[in-house]
Nanobody, 127 residues
């Protein structure tokens, strides 16, 4: 079991930066691929970024590539999402998610493959 708690959201002007953190508890965190998703009002939850259990590989949605960076620190049981050059369209609730299959070889972008979810943190980008 993995419990996830996000933090770091807030209000920022367009062009600004934020760093989201996701603190995990549970022995299996270091074996789990981790992802970030987001959901804007009236829209479906969408994939943002993912990182393998080892931290060696990452994958990004085209909409955030070059602006967002996902990373993890297994010693601290934490995964991060550094967001730069933020745009109003990045406004959403951001969720941290953990893959329930230990050490899955492939990164996945579909939300139903992630077993563990945090409660979400609001990010609002003003124009």
């Amino acid at each position: 079991q993995v419990q996830l708690v996000e933090s770091g959201g807030g209000l920022v002007q367009a062009g600004g930066s934020l760093r989201l953190s996701c603190a995990a508890s549970g022995r299996t965190f270091s074996d789990a691929n981790m992802g970030w998703f987001r959901q804007a009002p009236g829209k479906e939850r969408e994939f943002v970024a993912a990182v393998t259990w080892s931290g060696l590989r990452t994958y990004y949605a085209d909409s955030v590539k070059g602006r967002f960076t996902i990373s993890r620190d297994n010693a601290k049981n934490t995964v991060y999402l550094q967001m730069s050059s933020l745009k109003p369209e990045d406004t959403a609730v951001y969720y941290c998610a953990g893959d329930g299959v230990p050490r899955r070889a492939a990164l996945t972008t579909t939300h139903w493959t992630y077993t563990y979810w945090g409660q979400g943190t609001q990010v609002t980008v003003s124009s």
